[in-house]
């Protein structure tokens, strides 16, 4: 059965780290791009970091860059996301999600074929 599911998440407060898990199964990770998204409340989800199906190849979006870092290990089924400095703007359900080529588009939620079910990251004080 082909699955993505996240974990990790929590409630930490400003300043703090967590780091989100994507454990996949049902299909080869090493055949597709891994992205991971978040939506906050009454917001539309966007693009947070995106992976090479090798992990040579990472990108991420302006507000976490510096503070986060995605990486995979294919033998595991696993894809991390590591968030440091955490902010209470960076609270939102986190998703990962696959898509099969690489692309310049890499936040288009359209081009991901396969979704988990979210974890739910809280920063606050």
């Known amino acids: 059965q082909l699955q993505l599911e996240e974990s990790g998440g929590g409630f930490v407060q400003p300043g703090g780290s967590l780091r989100l898990s994507c454990a996949v199964s049902?299909?080869?990770?090493?055949?597709?791009?891994i992205g991971w998204f978040r939506q906050a409340p009454g917001k539309e989800r966007e693009g947070v970091s995106c992976i090479s199906r090798s992990g040579g190849t990472t990108t991420y979006a302006d507000s976490v860059k510096g503070r986060f870092t995605i990486s995979r290990d294919n033998d595991k089924n696993l894809v991390y996301l590591q968030m440091n400095s955490l902010k209470p703007e960076d609270t939102a359900v986190y998703y990962c999600?696959?898509?099969?080529?690489?692309?310049?588009?890499?936040?288009?939620?359209?081009?991901?074929?396969?979704w988990g079910q979210g974890t739910q990251v809280t920063v606050s004080a």
């Open positions: 049902g299909f080869n990770l090493a055949d597709y791009v």
């Open positions: 999600a696959r898509r099969r080529f690489w692309g310049n588009s890499w936040s288009d939620t359209s081009l991901y074929d396969e």
